[in-house]
């Protein structure tokens, strides 16, 4: 288990990380979102003991970092792929790290198979690596003694797609072994996809954490339907919230327009048959879900704002407040 309680961090008269709490737990995958600059780079920094913080505490398998006795065999941590001398091979830079845990010599072998480095790749000296070459490298290292614990910095950065989901995979399979997982990211499809619970921070603060399935439940459904003014009337009868989305054609007068409900699907389609309202499309929001409530939990920290954003944060955020943790 990852335990972070009310973790500060401040550089000067700026706040990095401010009363930071959270936990990530066995056999499951946690993704920690945060736009740049949130302060996810600062946790988990302090988590693994490369920042002190100025108030609070951070526990690995109950311990601090730099009070577990052998810290590689328990945790495997992945913060910068390129932080590695350019001039030694791939295989030096994990014998060495090998022979400083006490390991057998054969687990080189075994975590470069892993990654799927090659023999070739594995011998040539690091200033040679691409960026997908060094990640793969990075989490061999990290991977080096079987660890119950895995913290990850954008692990998939510079990975092809074939590669991202090679390390999806990878990591699904490492949590249902058993370990934990935390796993930083600006990829949200691929958060979305392989994480149990996820953790957003902004501007230093913890503004959600839960369950991926709670914190999506907001996400609602998205209806189309040729009679959106029935559609709209029978769902205001039932007392269930919705609101106008798009039209889902560009031709004529009579194509389908697009209703956001705030409930499941199988509400919604109840309500259209009990009024005999046609649908053509009814779908969980799921999937744009979690970039939606990023965008809506994170709105005013975002460098690129896009004119709706500030709209669609005041329609989103009520409906998630009761997952903010």
């Known amino acids: 288990m990852i335990t972070v309680d009310a973790v500060t961090k401040t550089y000067g008269t700026f706040t990095a990380v401010d009363d930071v709490t959270f936990t990530a737990l066995p056999g499951r995958v946690t993704g920690f979102l945060g736009p740049n600059g949130a302060g996810k780079s600062t946790t988990l920094r302090v988590l693994v003991g490369l920042t002190p913080p100025d108030r609070g505490s951070a526990q690995v398998l109950g311990r601090r970092f730099k009070d577990l006795p052998n810290p590689g065999r328990e945790v495997g941590v992945l913060l910068d792929a390129s932080a590695q001398h350019a001039g030694r091979t791939g295989r030096e830079v994990l014998t060495i790290a090998q022979r400083t845990m006490a390991l057998p010599s054969a687990r080189v072998d075994d975590v470069i198979d892993t990654v799927a480095l090659t023999e070739d790749e594995a011998g040539r000296r690091l200033r040679d690596y691409s960026l997908g070459m060094r990640q793969r490298l990075g989490l061999a290292h990290a991977l080096l003694g079987d660890p119950e614990v895995l913290i990850l910095d954008e692990p998939a950065n510079g ?21 934990t997982v935390l796993l930083s990211s600006h990829l949200l499809h691929e958060i979305e996809v392989v994480a149990d619970d996820l953790v957003v921070i902004g501007h230093g603060r913890v503004v959600a954490a839960g369950t991926k399935a709670d914190l999506l439940a907001g996400a609602g459904t998205h209806a189309a339907t040729r009679s959106p003014a029935a559609l709209s009337g029978a769902l205001t009868a039932s007392e269930v919230t919705h609101q106008l989305v798009e039209t889902a054609g560009t031709s004529g007068v009579d194509h389908p327009v697009v209703l956001r409900v705030d409930t499941d699907p199988e509400t919604v389609g109840q309500v259209a048959a009990a009024a005999g309202i046609a649908l053509t499309e009814l779908r969980s929001a799921d999937g744009a879900g979690l970039e939606e409530m990023f965008l809506a939990l994170t709105a005013d920290t975002q460098r690129d704002r896009h004119p709706t954003t500030e709209a669609a944060a005041a329609a989103e955020t009520p409906s998630l407040q009761g997952a903010v943790a």
């Open 159 to 179: 990975l092809d797609p074939a590669g991202i989901r090679w390390m999806r995979d990878l990591l699904r399979g490492y949590a249902d072994r058993g370990a």
